[in-house]
């Protein structure tokens, strides 16, 4: 068993994803995505250590940022985080966390860890360091900001069998198995939707008449079946290696979670068998089991 990681984006996220964050309202949610958030504001009001990790559940995104506010040399001065969602451009909610005030003019670090909203729509984050505009009133303004956005990130797959194979575009016939990977992709939509797409290859190899397919299982995050589907059967005319080209994207929901892809075979009463089966997750720590490349 090994890991296919997404770079760099997993890098921290091990001890995230032991405890995953549920949105507000909702049973189910998984992180699909985190942002490094870079330092901003100026040597008196600072935001450090930041990090926007992205949870996806029953059709809507939130993003929990984490991280440190600094104040240095602001004796009785105050500040807070402020949050801008986007769709499309346009600003669909703003909200803050806590104002912390510095009691001296000494360096004062605060934790941050806020995670007030999430909507179907949200494509775009405004992370802002604010300071208080005069001492004791309820003005703010922006020091500075910068912006994050969510990604969804796919989940290779490759299901062996004797003769039948699903993978990627390269196959070695000395070892008789595809030696690259095929595809799932989690495609959002504009309401909270996502399309699962899986693109790759069936391999058929001195199988003579036989039949295949792939079938998808589409599940909630939290396991609980929502419906398949199946794509177009394909046979192999005679014993020689047949690369069938797969891009299925059949079913949307607000509620997929995860998937298990199925490699299956015609049996001679026309029933559809499984030959082998794979499980992907919209999460972005997810463990695969499996050999090729990606």
């Known amino acids: 068993m090994f890991r296919i990681t997404h770079t760099v984006r997993l890098a921290v996220l091990a001890v995230f994803v032991a405890a995953a964050t549920v949105l507000a309202g909702s049973g189910e949610a998984a992180t699909i995505d ?11 009001f600072e935001f450090e250590n930041g990090t926007v990790y992205w949870h996806y559940g029953n059709g809507r995104y939130d ?14 001065s105050c500040a807070r985080m402020r949050l801008e969602y986007f769709h499309n451009g346009t600003s669909i909610a703003t909200k803050y966390g806590g104002s912390v005030c510095a009691p001296d003019g000494k360096a ?7 995670d007030p909203y999430s909507d179907p729509t949200i494509d775009l984050l405004k992370v802002s360091v604010e300071k208080q505009t005069a001492s ?14 969510p990604s969804t990130w796919p989940d290779a797959i490759e299901i062996t069998s004797q003769g039948v194979d699903f993978g ?39 199988v003579a008449g036989l039949c295949a397919r792939m079938n998808i299982k589409y599940y909630t995050e939290s396991g609980s079946y929502l419906t398949e ?17 797969i891009d299925l994207q059949p079913y949307t929901s607000t509620q997929v979670g995860k ?14 068998n499984v030959v082998g089966s794979q499980t992907a997750d919209i999460g972005i720590a997810y463990e695969l089991t499996g050999g090729g490349g990606f």
């Open 34 to 44: 985190q942002d490094s958030v870079p330092t901003i504001g100026t040597s008196s």
């Open 63 to 76: 993003a929990h940022l984490t991280g440190t506010l600094r104040l240095n040399d602001a004796n009785g």
């Open 108 to 114: 004062h670090d605060y934790s941050v860890d806020l």
């Open 136 to 149: 004791g009133g309820s003005d703010y303004s922006i020091v500075e900001s910068t912006y994050v956005s």
């Open 168 to 206: 990627g575009g390269k196959f070695s016939t000395f070892t008789s198995e595809p030696t690259e990977y095929g595809t799932v992709y989690w495609n959002r939509g504009d309401s909270g939707d996502i399309t699962v797409r899986l693109m790759g290859y069936i391999w058929l190899n001195n």
């Open 229 to 245: 589907k199946a794509g177009g059967s394909r046979c192999a005319a005679d014993n020689n290696l047949h690369a069938i080209s």
């Open 259 to 272: 998937v298990t892809v199925q490699l299956q075979t015609q049996g001679s009463n026309g029933s559809w």
